[in-house]
Nanobody
Framework: VQLQASGGGSVQAGGSLRLSCAASRRTFTNNGMGWFRQAPGQEREFVAGISWNGGSTLYRDSVKGRFTISRDNAKNAAYLQMNSLKSEDTAVYYC?????????????????WGQGTLVTVSS
């Protein structure tokens, strides 16, 4: 396993969670990182991305202003702070590392994936 996501859980609507993505056996400090999510019966979708140095971030429209992606290259880790959670945020969340150094929304450009962590938001 090279990417390990953690921090998922069950929260009430309006609550917060912080997901962590820890990398092992390989350094991803030169790679863009991203978070994706997949709800039951749906395609895996882009949530947030960050460039190699944290200087650029991207978000899907539905999470802008609520979610914040960050990274700590000294720890070879990335994070997703999720606030004001809604029931529609319920999904398995995956972290991933991209082939590019830039932040990207393109799933095809992510070639390292962690296992998912489940986030359940109840209304």
């Amino acid at each position: 396993v090279q990417l390990q996501a953690s921090g998922g859980g069950s929260v009430q609507a309006g609550g917060s969670l912080r997901l962590s993505c820890a990398a092992s056996r390989r350094t991803f400090t030169n790679n863009g990182m991203g978070w994706f999510r997949q709800a039951p019966g749906q395609e895996r979708e882009f949530v947030a991305g960050i460039s190699w140095n944290g200087g650029s971030t991207l978000y899907r429209d539905s999470v802008k202003g609520r979610f914040t992606i960050s990274r700590d290259n000294a720890k070879n880790a990335a994070y997703l702070q999720m606030n004001s959670l809604k029931s529609e945020d319920t999904a398995v969340y995956y972290c991933a590392a991209a082939r590019t150094a830039a932040a990207t929304t393109q799933k095809a450009l992510y070639n390292y994936w962690g296992q998912g962590t489940l986030v359940t938001v109840s209304s």
